[in-house]
T-cell receptor
Framework: NAGVTQTPKFQVLKTGQSMTLQCAQD?????MYWYRQDPGMGLRLIYY???????DKGEVPNGYNVSRLNKREFSLRLESAAPSQTSVYFC?????????????FGAGSRLTVL | GDSVTQMEGPVTLSEEAFLTINCTYT??????LFWYVQYPGEGLQLLLK?????DKGSNKGFEATYRKETTSFHLEKGSVQVSDSAVYFC???????????FGAGTRLFVKA
């Protein structure tokens, strides 16, 4: 059981370039999330999708766009990368809708913007 | 808004020592509380959770009790191992909500 798979694992971009981080889950979860992790700041929510067909902003959405392609897949796009977007990005999923919202995380994507 | 505060690290212990990582929270309503662990080079994984006041979550020898009167959810383990070296995150989520709030994380080093 693969769980949450995200690609690529590492990426180096130049300022102004664009890229898309891909995420897929095979647990039939309803909800999916993108977080960024920066030293000393824990994880901050960028965008989430409570269910297929919906997306909402999190704490730090500026400079990002997302697409919930289907129930399994949730992508994160940087249209014009900036050095401030250098971070480790994590995709997560959860059953959603009820009870404690337990998150299952992917292994992370380390992005460096020069 | 909701927030989570946990003790700063790193915490360095010898094997078999007692571990406490403090966590306090601010939240409206009755949140669920979590501890997640991140091993080097990996994503976070759930360590334990508690969904209501006085609940005790436990897993792999780790425990934490949901204390509403002190708004705390401290993580404890009686005897740590080298394999427990990781970063530990306290987190909260309001029931039915989709936004999980994380603390800054506490790095634990355990020496043999």
């Amino acid at each position: 059981n693969a769980g949450v798979t995200q690609t690529p694992k590492f990426q180096v971009l130049k300022t102004g370039q664009s890229m898309t981080l891909q995420c897929a889950q095979d647990m039939n979860h309803n909800s999916m999330y993108w977080y960024r992790q920066d030293p000393g700041m824990g994880l901050r929510l960028i965008y989430y999708s409570a269910s297929e067909g919906t997306t909402d902003k999190g704490e730090v959405p500026n400079g990002y766009n997302v697409s919930r392609l289907n129930k399994r897949e949730f992508s994160l796009r940087l249209e014009s990368a900036a050095p401030s977007q250098t971070s480790v990005y994590f995709c997560a999923s959860s059953e959603g809708f009820s009870g404690a919202n337990v998150l299952t995380f992917g292994a992370g994507s380390r992005l460096t913007v020069l | 808004g909701d927030s989570v505060t946990q003790m700063e690290g790193p915490v360095t212990l010898s094997e078999e020592a007692f571990l406490t990582i403090n966590c306090t929270y601010t939240a409206t309503g009755y949140p669920s509380l979590f501890w997640y662990v991140q091993y080097p080079g990996e994503g976070l994984q759930l360590l334990l959770k508690a969904t209501k006041a006085d609940d005790k979550g436990s897993n792999k020898g780790f425990e934490a009790t949901y204390r509403k009167e002190t708004t705390s959810f401290h993580l404890e383990k009686g005897s740590v191992q080298v394999s427990d070296s990781a970063v530990y995150f306290c987190a909260l989520s309001n029931t039915g909500g989709f936004k999980t709030i994380f603390g800054a994380g506490t790095r634990l080093f355990v020496k043999a």
